[in-house]
Nanobody
Framework: VQLVESGGGTAQAGGSLRLSCAAS????????MAWFRQVPGKEREGVAA??????????YYADSMKGRFTISRDSSTDTVYLQMNSLKPEDTAMYYC????????????????????WGPGTQVTVS
């Protein structure tokens, strides 16, 4: 499966951005997809994840994103979205989309080591 992110850019603090992740190739057996972010010199951080198979649609968030970010999926286009509201300067990072085929317990959904498929990333800058 190939993943391509889009929608990054520059936003003012308090503003919003919506990221998209388009999946192509053999997507029928994807189990879950997630968003991660990374700033230079720091580890990749889990942002949000969603099951694309049972339990379809269940989503999970890092504590610092709850209430501000929303992950969703359009199954007809195999696209996952990340709606980011009330942006803060500390949200500045490269945002990556990831996918996994194997079943994964929810406790591992925001661990980058659980994912084998990654997009190239899209930069988000909040000033």
């Amino acid at each position: 499966v190939q993943l391509v992110e889009s929608g990054g850019g520059t936003a003012q603090a308090g503003g919003s951005l919506r990221l998209s992740c388009a999946a192509s190739g053999y997507t029928a057996n994807m189990n879950c997809m997630a968003w991660f972010r990374q700033v230079p010199g720091k580890e990749r951080e889990g942002v949000a994840a969603i099951y694309t198979r049972f339990p379809t649609g269940n989503s999970y968030y890092a504590d610092s994103m709850k209430g501000r970010f929303t992950i969703s999926r359009d199954s007809s286009t195999d696209t996952v979205y990340l709606q980011m509201n009330s942006l803060k300067p500390e949200d500045t990072a490269m945002y990556y989309c990831a996918a996994r085929r194997q079943v994964l317990q929810s406790t591992w959904l925001l661990h980058p080591s659980a994912y084998s498929e990654w997009g190239p990333g899209t930069q988000v800058t909040v000033s």
